[in-house]
């Protein structure tokens, strides 16, 4: 049990971290004389708070899946495991 509950960790972390590191990363580079002006007016018009939310809800998502079946795939393995004891 701890080991699952340690490789969540790890996952979750590793996810931070990409995302923060991505996130870093974008905020680094200063936007230049031939900006979007897209992005402008995502920003100006508070709509870029939107898209960030729906990314994090999509990311959250993909993380609930993977553990979803990351435990099903475990029960899966125990069985098989069972089975083959006999």
């Known amino acids: ?3 699952k509950l340690f ?3 790890l996952a979750a972390c590793f996810g931070l971290q990409l995302v ?4 870093a990363h974008a905020w680094a580079q200063a936007p230049g004389p031939d900006a979007p002006a897209m992005a402008d007016d ?3 018009s508070g709509k870029i ?3 960030v939310a729906a ?3 999509i990311i959250a998502g993909l993380l ?3 553990i979803a079946l990351d435990r099903k795939v475990g029960r899966l393995e125990k069985r098989t ?3 083959t004891d006999f």
């Open 81 to 83: 495991t069972d089975l």
């Open 55 to 57: 990314v994090v809800v």
């Open 7 to 9: 490789r969540y960790f």
């Open 42 to 44: 995502l920003r100006a």
């Open 64 to 66: 609930v899946y993977l």
């Open 1 to 3: 049990m701890t080991n």
């Open 49 to 51: 708070y939107v898209v």
């Open 20 to 23: 923060l590191g991505t996130a």
